[in-house]
């Protein structure tokens, strides 16, 4: 984790994130004359969420490089995005949030956006769940800053990003002309050794913002257009059997009929191992089981995020050896093993008997093991359980035969044998351009072009327009709202209840005061950035903001909450200090290079940490939160003593929250996004070019005796009785 510096857009800086963005560009670019660029289309293990991140990190890319025009005096770049899906999407809204000098024209060739998932009521998408047990990965929300979602049906993810969409192409921070094409039946790269390509299709236009049909526009119409840029978004491939895994259908639904029916699941991946869990787990679902088999074994939970890590990092390393040595171990772990496998027992369905047809291999050792194994982790441990509980019944052979020979009939057969990667990009590119890519797949199942699904952007970099260089030309109403990242609504809540209690015994201290405002920002890691993120619009009496700047974030060491967060104190304007000092202070902590300058009347300034205890923290920082507040009033001023007792009013409110249990909440879980620590570098002295404009107070902040995250969101994890 780092702690980024304010003012990191130095020449040097600028430099080094060109490059980075060069680099990241090659793993995308399929061609250069024209430029094509893909979108996880050759990776594997793909998931909404982690298609998302390539999205963003190629429109960030594009950016960085000088690729794309930003200045309005510029040409605009005519940018064509195949595929209406959440990748087509994510980097289209990408560009309009950051005001790229483009057009964007998107081709769907089904009827509407997100088509495949549209109506999907029978699957779960959860963004993080693939990353279990990793740190964070119990999180519901997949905490982007642009197209957000949490965890649901989905058909109602559809819906979330729909209305994200929405938002962005009803009110772009600039004008970006965008098209939508739904229904192309034909769409097809022309070939032309030349920097710009042209692009034929007949389909239907739609209004962008929907998807739905302009009843002023005709039905279908041919066209063609020349375009700088192409993006392909068209998922990876069209699934090999006949049945669509996101159509709906009663798989893990109790049976209606007498007898128990018998199912055959054909395949290797995690699409046929999440149809065989749903056939013979009853009320199955992918976050519910794991919460229910794991929580409360904690040391269970420590040793499989080991074995997960080894799993990734070692080719070599087979998941059923190790599942089968933990289980027999003894050891605390092994016992927990032991006793999540007896809890799955009583799990079972006995309406069904399933036999699971792998393609390639003979046994469940050698298809959870190094070779074979194309499933995630969380997937094979509970095929490994659900094998030592005699759940399903393993077979090999073509699906005709096992099928004749355990007298499996239509429709109980369940095909799951991926996807064609190559076919659709064939479709759409000439030869000339297709035929690199299908040597490149035959040789190594295109490596080069194997994309990373970490973040490569900054923390805040969508909440503003223009290139990273260009922040500091915003004036200061742009930047006061700029530079915000996802905020979950009972955070929000909680952060202004806080800050209001906060206000309000402030008040009564100082009942002639006419100008105080507080604000509560809490201390969050985005990829591998430690940044401070109001948490709530300002609260309190006198002129307050007029836009909203919840959300926004902040660098670790930015202005007076960033020196409250390293020295782990509270830290107030000195007594008496001049207001040319104070803008001295600011501009040596470099508040205006993350936000607007300081408001020229303000006399005082207060920042306050609430600490978590040193030796057992929630990383990445003892820090939680902290405390902002200012006031313009002459004069104002508190006392050490009054600090102290602010400190106390403060820990109470937290740790009133902190203790708030899940029965109570209900459906909000706070939840922490890193793990516990117990060691930690010591805090930091008080920058000495702020001495004697900015103090230390004497009193000690606010301490928790728990650890604790500002993170509350919703959930819709219920877990089933016992």
Known sequence: ?????????????????????????????????????????????????????????????????????MEA????????????????????????????????????????????????????????????????????????????????????????????????????????????????????????DKDVALIEWVGERRYPQSGRANPRAPEAQGQSALFDIIVVAVGFGTENSARSYWRNEVLAQPGLEQHASTYLVSGQGDGAMIDLLRLKISQFRQDRILSELFGGRPELVDELRTLRKRFLEDSDFSLYEAFDELIGSGTPAGRQMSAARDALVQRLRRDTHVVLQTLHVRSIGELLGPDILKTSFQNALLVYLLYRCGGFTPACGKTEEVAKRFNITEPFIVRRHGTDRLSQLQRLLPDRLFGPIEQAWEADRCMAWRQPSEAAFPGGYFGYPGRVSEYRKLGNAARAVARKEYLPGPTALLAASVAGAIAGHLLALKPRTSHLRLTIHRVIDIHGEVLLQQACNYVGVGPLDKEPTIARTFPADNATIGQAYRTRRTVRSAPKVARRDLDRAMKRLKLDDASREMAKDVQFVAAMPILQPEDCYYA???????????????????????????????????????????????????????????????????????????????????????????????????????
């Open 1 to 69: 984790m780092t702690v980024r510096a304010a003012g990191s857009s130095a020449d040097a800086s600028v430099s080094d994130d060109r490059a980075r963005a060069e680099s990241l560009l090659k793993q995308h670019q399929l061609a250069d004359r024209p430029q094509i660029f893909s979108i996880g289309n050759f990776d594997d293990r793909v998931t909404v969420l982690t298609q998302q991140r390539r999205a963003l990190n190629l429109a960030w890319a594009l950016i960085e490089s000088g690729r794309l025009p």
């Open 73 to 192: 005096a510029q040409k605009r770049s005519r940018i064509a995005v195949l595929g209406g899906g959440f990748a087509g999407l994510t980097f289209a809204a990408a560009l309009i949030k950051k005001g790229c000098q483009c057009s964007i024209k998107i081709f769907e060739e089904r009827d509407t956006l997100l088509p495949l998932q549209q109506g999907s009521d029978t699957r779960w998408l959860h963004p993080h769940i693939y990353d279990w047990p990793a740190e964070g990965s119990e999180a519901g929300s997949a905490a982007l800053p642009i197209l957000n979602w949490t965890a649901a049906r989905a058909s109602d993810v559809v819906v979330q990003v729909l209305a994200a969409w929405h938002d962005v192409v009803r009110d772009p921070p600039q004008k970006v002309p965008i098209q939508l094409w739904c229904n192309t039946r034909h769409l097809q790269l022309r070939d032309q």
């Open 620 to 722: 990445p920082s003892p820090v939680c939160a902290i405390l902002y507040f200012d006031s313009r009033d002459d004069g104002f001023n508190l006392s050490e003593q009054q600090l102290a007792k602010l400190g106390e009013v403060l820990r109470r409110a937290v740790d009133a929250a902190r203790s708030a249990s899940k029965a109570v909440l209900h459906r909000i879980e706070n939840t922490a996004l890193l793990g516990i620590r117990s060691a930690t570098d010591p805090a930091e002295p008080l920058d000495p070019g702020v001495s004697g404009k900015l103090a230390l107070v004497e009193a000690t902040p606010p301490a928790l005796d728990r650890p604790f995250v500002l993170n509350f969101d919703h959930s819709d994890l219920t877990p089933l009785a016992n």
